[in-house]
């Protein structure tokens, strides 16, 4: 099994800054792409920020300059620096990982159960 554990979402005021992060564990050979999503009141889920295992790094259009993403492949773990927020970044933040397990030959992708993230203006 794997288990995909966010943490560091709260609430926060416009301007200010939060830190996600989320670690993968079980039993995992090897994590392909690993990021994050939202999921806004009332919206689709939608990409945040996401990473593959050699580096390449995707970024909603909305976040790119605010938003840094970070990979630690040793330790499966992912962040995500929240700088500038604005109260559209309101919504509940899911890491998602695309997972190769020790007795398979194929990728799956897990989800986090989410966490909160509310800006106020």
Same mark, same amino acid.
């Given at each position: 099994?794997?288990?995909?554990?966010?943490?560091? %979402?709260?609430?926060? =005021?416009?301007? /200010?800054?939060? !830190?996600?992060?989320? @670690?993968?564990?079980?039993?995992?050979? &090897?994590?392909?792409?690993? %990021?994050?999503?939202? =999921?806004?009141? /009332?919206?689709? !889920?939608?990409?945040? @920020?996401?990473?593959?295992?050699?580096? &390449?790094?995707?970024?909603?259009?909305?976040?790119?300059?605010?938003?840094?993403?970070? !990979?630690?492949?040793?330790?499966?773990?992912?962040?995500?620096?929240?700088?500038?927020?604005?109260?559209?970044?309101?919504?509940?933040?899911?890491?998602?990982?695309?997972?190769?397990?020790?007795?398979?030959?194929?990728?799956?992708?897990?989800?986090?159960?989410?966490?909160?993230?509310?800006?106020?203006?």
């Amino acid at each position: 099994q794997v288990q995909l554990v966010e943490s560091g %979402g709260g609430s926060v =005021q416009a301007g /200010g800054s939060l !830190r996600l992060s989320c @670690a993968a564990s079980g039993a995992i050979w &090897s994590i392909n792409d690993m %990021g994050w999503y939202r =999921q806004p009141p /009332g919206k689709e !889920r939608e990409l945040v @920020a996401s990473k593959t295992s050699g580096g &390449s790094t995707v970024y909603a259009d909305s976040v790119k300059v605010r938003f840094t993403i970070s !990979r630690d492949n040793a330790k499966n773990t992912v962040t995500l620096q929240m700088n500038s927020l604005k109260p559209e970044d309101t919504a509940i933040y899911y890491c998602k990982a695309d997972v190769r397990r020790w007795n398979s030959d194929r990728y799956t992708t897990y989800w986090g159960q989410g966490t909160q993230v509310t800006v106020s203006s």
